[in-house]
Nanobody, 116 residues
Framework: QVQLVESGGSLVQPGGSLRLSCTAS????????MGWYRQAPGKQREWVAI???????NYEDSVKGRFTISRDNARTTIYLQMNSLTPDDTAVYYC??????????WGRGTQVTVSS
């Protein structure tokens, strides 16, 4: 029984910044990766960023240098700091956890709209 809830999505202007949060509850253990995906209307869901249990991070090429993924000390919340946002970043952003047994957990998503 794992629940992931995203928050922080909103309408922002190009060049602006936004910080997304994902809070997990339930049986949170043996999670090997935690991260963010996004899906724009009419597009496939794509990977954005991940952080491992050891704290290693990786990013999709288009967000490198602009986005930063992090987690709290309790490892129940992850964040996505997004800077220098462009309209191409407009999408529903989904939180994702994956455990040792290859079980995937998804949040319901939070809308990020980058527009003037």
């Amino acid at each position: 029984q794992v629940q992931l809830v995203e928050s922080g999505g909103s309408l922002v202007q190009p060049g602006g910044s936004l910080r997304l949060s994902c809070t997990a509850s339930g049986s949170i253990f043996n999670m090997v990766t935690m991260g963010w995906y996004r899906q724009a209307p009419g597009k496939q869901r794509e990977w954005v960023a991940i952080i491992t249990d050891d704290g290693d991070t990786n990013y999709e090429d288009s967000v490198k240098g602009r986005f930063t993924i992090s987690r709290d000390n309790a490892r129940t919340t992850i964040y996505l700091q997004m800077n220098s946002l462009t309209p191409d970043d407009t999408a529903v952003y989904y939180c994702h956890f994956k455990n040792t047994w290859n079980t995937n957990y998804w949040g319901r998503g939070t809308q990020v709209t980058v527009s003037s």
